[in-house]
């Protein structure tokens, strides 16, 4: 009570608390309400129903980030989640005092170990962690072309989803890095496995589809690795 009531008058302890939380990943700011104050916990989250979830996004191309040689601890999932959250927020313009219109806003979908979330314009991103937390599966997905599009805008739109999808994967990717070196020492070891293509259940590792700049994973102008930024920053990619 004294800490989140009305006793600690000067707000000091609250918010040295808040930015303590936010600094540890145990929390966000929910910047999806306007005029007012909420901050997203993915610790308490519910559950919801797994067959759902295998419902969403059928069109989507998947990565996998598979923990099973090592081990997923608790939290770290959650963590990702509230990365994401933030920033999408960020992208939709949703920071304090940016608010224009909620009923613009694209707010995510959130249960424990799954988030629906919006990352751009036409850009639908799913994070679901395994039930055995050994795998957390990254699925993207970009709105496709309307029939009767010419040849030009057909290219234009292929070549969208390609940065899109390098982006969201170099996103994630970033953010669990972060969370690997600030919350465990680096201790977190993974492999990455890359979707070939849409509809197939063929992957391959990360260094192989780098090598073969496999599209729409890497661009085909890439010619540096997606390196992950350990100092990474949700705000930087909003540009």
Same mark, same amino acid.
């Given at each position: 009570?004294?800490? +989140?009531?009305?006793?600690? !008058?000067?707000?000091?302890?609250?918010?040295?608390?808040?930015?303590?939380?936010?600094?540890?990943?145990?929390?966000?700011?929910?910047?999806?309400?306007?005029?007012?104050?909420?901050?997203?916990?993915?610790?308490?989250?519910?559950? /919801?129903?797994?067959?759902?979830? #295998?419902?969403?996004?059928?069109?989507?191309?998947?990565?996998?980030?598979?923990?099973?040689?090592?081990?997923?601890?608790?939290?770290?999932?959650?963590?990702?989640?509230? &990365?994401?959250?933030?920033?999408?927020?960020? *992208?939709? @313009?949703?920071?304090?005092?940016?608010?224009?219109? /909620?009923?613009?806003?694209?707010?995510?979908?959130?249960?424990?170990?799954?988030?629906?979330? +919006?990352? @751009?314009?036409?850009?639908?991103?799913?994070?679901?962690?395994? !039930?055995?937390?050994?795998?957390?599966?990254?699925?993207?997905?970009? /709105?496709?072309?309307?029939?009767? =599009?010419?040849?030009?805008?057909?290219? $234009?739109?292929? #070549?969208?989803? !390609?940065?899109?999808?390098?982006?969201?994967?170099?996103?994630? $990717? $970033?953010?669990?890095?972060?969370?690997?070196?600030? =919350?465990?020492?680096?201790?977190?070891? +993974? #492999?990455?496995? *890359?979707? &070939?293509?849409?509809?197939? !259940?063929?992957? =391959?590792?990360?260094?192989?589809?780098?090598?073969?700049?496999?599209?729409? +994973?890497?661009?085909?102008?890439? /010619?540096?690795?997606?390196?992950?930024?350990?100092?990474?920053?949700?705000?930087?990619?909003?540009?």
């Amino acid at each position: 009570e004294y800490v +989140w009531g009305d006793l600690d !008058e000067s707000g000091h302890l609250r918010d040295f608390l808040l930015d303590l939380m936010r600094s540890l990943m145990l929390i966000s700011d929910w910047n999806f309400i306007r005029h007012e104050d909420y901050y997203f916990v993915p610790s308490l989250l519910k559950k /919801t129903n797994a067959r759902q979830d #295998k419902t969403f996004m059928k069109d989507a191309i998947q990565c996998v980030f598979d923990f099973s040689s090592s081990f997923l601890p608790n939290g770290i999932f959650e963590r990702l989640i509230c &990365i994401c959250v933030e920033h999408s927020g960020r *992208l939709q @313009g949703a920071g304090r005092g940016r608010l224009q219109n /909620t009923r613009e806003l694209q707010v995510p979908i959130l249960a424990q170990g799954f988030a629906s979330l +919006w990352f @751009g314009e036409k850009l639908h991103v799913c994070l679901r962690m395994s !039930e055995d937390m050994t795998h957390i599966c990254l699925l993207i997905e970009s /709105t496709q072309s309307p029939k009767g =599009v010419t040849r030009m805008e057909t290219v $234009s739109n292929n #070549k969208n989803t !390609e940065d899109s999808t390098s982006r969201v994967f170099s996103v994630v $990717s $970033s953010a669990l890095e972060k969370i690997n070196s600030e =919350v465990v020492g680096g201790r977190l070891r +993974w #492999k990455t496995l *890359l979707q &070939i293509d849409k509809g197939r !259940e063929d992957f =391959v590792s990360y260094e192989i589809a780098k090598r073969d700049l496999l599209q729409p +994973w890497f661009r085909t102008s890439q /010619t540096e690795n997606v390196k992950s930024n350990l100092d990474f920053d949700p705000s930087v990619l909003t540009d």
